[in-house]
């Protein structure tokens, strides 16, 4: 809600000496000094609001400032609420893992998945396994298969360092 309140210029703090004035119903008074639109808005009991300051002249709104604020913080908090946080989940396996042990962090992977997160997924190898790179894509190309029904591969399999990760995104549905 602060931020709405630095973006636009009031009443007095509007210097400019000719502006195009709108009245809250979108009516348009057309170019007056400042000083006049400032009257104007003091009758109504409303405010002198610049709302586009780059215009040439620059466009003022005689509206309820308050109210305006107000109804700015219900929309971004509206907004807000219609966002969708992405998390990003992490499997990790070992150039070592059996069949079985692949199947159950597949089953975690989708539940994951099914809940709208992506899954990162890595093999870490030790010491000489990371001469074995081939074994880990093909542990990832198991995983894959086992889960590849509700994901898509956003990132395919690439070796980093001592480990290899592959990231997967929920299908569009």
Known sequence: MNSINKDFLLNEEIRENEIRVITDEGEQLGILSSAEALKIAEERELDLVMIAPSAKPPVCKIMNYSKFVYEQSKKDKEARKKQKVINIKEIRLSATIEEHDISIKAKH???????????????????READYSFKGEKILRLFLSQVEDVCMVEKPAKLEGRNMTMVLAPKKS
């Open 109 to 127: 992977a989708r539940k994951f998945l099914l809940d709208e997160d992506k899954v990162k997924v890595t093999v870490r190898f030790r010491g």
